[in-house]
């Protein structure tokens, strides 16, 4: 049997950056993987995903975001990879509302750049967009979007070329701990390590069975559509002048979205961020219908009036939510020499560089000196209720 220092159980998002992190640590690592790097079946597709800084969600978010960035610019210049955009971001909402007043308050805590604009200010600063009369706007600099395929393919290349030995088409079918270390069964064969990893993404619920985190496996849908050019010219919809923003205003459905990041034919892309439907990795619908296209765009032109084109393409995904909407990231309750990391909740992608250094940490030493105790996997919130 192969034995490894660190085995990673799945290469989406994070297993890849924690291959990544741990070889070029010198760390002999073997990584599992159903699929092929860069597929479409998990959390790490559809061309693009939000970086912000100003945290709504919480401001704990921070100093994790701030390290993140650090990492996100050393894997766009050591892939070479077309990896980061900072096109500015915008958070829209009325004056109480989580996503305006959360975003100032993360940013006022923190001491990050921001601006505050009325909705006259947002007409005239982006033609796209017509807000509510009394929404307010934090724009922020510091933020974009990070390309999903790009970020999942440039780990794996680099760990490769750091010595790590990725296996991918080889889905793990058992793992366990044995004596002091762990033992993992996959459709092609049996391998031992001292430690693994487990990132499996919407496959918790069935590998990380033993732990009954109370997640909900959600399927969710980006829409592209195309705007009206004669109404507002396309250099105002693309990422040279259009941020990216979330927007809730009067107890609306929070809508989320980028610029256009691919040329004119490429689409204007936009979800709604917390309205998933209960789903399992294995049995999701894939199909997109002509009613959830309808409704996606009747929303989106309460706050972009010209998105008026049909719609160029839609895709499903998969959200692993938390109760709480933190991630669940720490030691194995049970086996000290297994680390996991699931429940991003739909928001853990811009966290991606610094989850993988995180786990490294853990995979290595046990510890981490960076602040996860929002993401105990022990804590009251993931007990049954
Ligand atoms: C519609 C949508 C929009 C989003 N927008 C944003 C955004 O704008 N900003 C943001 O920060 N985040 C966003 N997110 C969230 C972000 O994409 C996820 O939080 C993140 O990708 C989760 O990473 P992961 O590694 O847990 O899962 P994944 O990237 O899916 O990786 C899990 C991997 O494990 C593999 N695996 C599972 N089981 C096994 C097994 N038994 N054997 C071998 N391999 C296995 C899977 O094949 C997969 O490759 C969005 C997500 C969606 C769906």
């Not at 990041?261 to 219908?289: C, M, N, S, W």
């Amino acid at each position: 049997m192969e034995h490894y220092e660190v085995i990673v159980l799945g290469l989406g998002s994070m297993g890849g950056a924690a291959a990544h992190a741990l070889a070029g640590r010198g760390v002999r690592v073997l990584g599992l993987e159903t699929f092929q790097p860069g597929h479409d079946q998990g959390a790490a597709h559809g061309g693009s995903r939000i970086i912000r800084q100003s945290y709504f969600e919480h401001p704990a978010y921070v100093p994790l975001l701030r390290r993140a960035y650090e990492g996100w610019h050393a894997l766009q210049e050591e892939s070479g990879r077309d990896i980061v955009t900072l096109c500015g971001g915008i958070y829209l909402g009325d004056e109480r509302n989580q996503v305006f007043a959360g975003s100032r308050a993360a940013a006022q805590e923190h001491g990050l750049p921001h601006e505050v604009l009325t909705a006259d200010e947002i007409r005239q600063r982006f033609p796209t967009m017509d807000p509510e009369d009394d929404a307010l706007g934090l724009y922020e600099e510091n933020a974009g979007y990070v390309r999903p395929e790009e970020t999942t393919i440039a780990n794996a290349e680099l760990a490769a070329a750091k010595g790590a030995v990725l296996r991918f088409s080889e889905p793990v079918t058992w793992w366990g701990a044995v004596g002091g270390g762990v033992e993992v069964v996959t459709t092609q064969g049996r391998y031992g390590a001292d430690r693994l990893v487990i990132t499996p993404g919407p496959w918790a619920p069935e590998v990380l069975a033993d732990l009954g985190l109370p997640l909900s496996i959600q399927r969710m849908v980006f829409h592209w559509f195309t705007p009206d050019f004669s109404a507002v010219p396309y250099e105002s919809w693309s990422q040279e002048r259009h941020p990216v923003y979330v927007e809730e205003t009067h107890g609306n459905e929070q809508i989320y979205g980028f610029p256009m990041t691919d040329g004119p034919e490429g689409g204007f892309k936009l979800g709604f961020f917390r309205r998933g439907t209960p789903t399992t990795a294995r049995t999701i619908d894939r199909q997109v219908y002509q009613e959830e296209n309808a409704a996606m765009q009747v929303r989106a032109r309460q706050l972009f009036p010209h998105l008026s084109g049909p719609v160029v393409q839609a895709k499903t995904c998969l959200y692993s939510v938390t109760p709480d909407e933190h991630f669940v990231i720490g030691p194995h309750p049970a086996h000290p020499q297994v680390s996991v990391a699931c429940g991003f909740s739909g928001h853990g992608f811009k966290f991606v560089p610094v989850v993988g250094e995180i786990l490294a940490d853990l995979a290595t030493t046990g510890r981490t000196g960076l602040p996860i105790e929002l993401f105990d996997p022990r804590r009251a919130a993931l007990q049954g209720v």
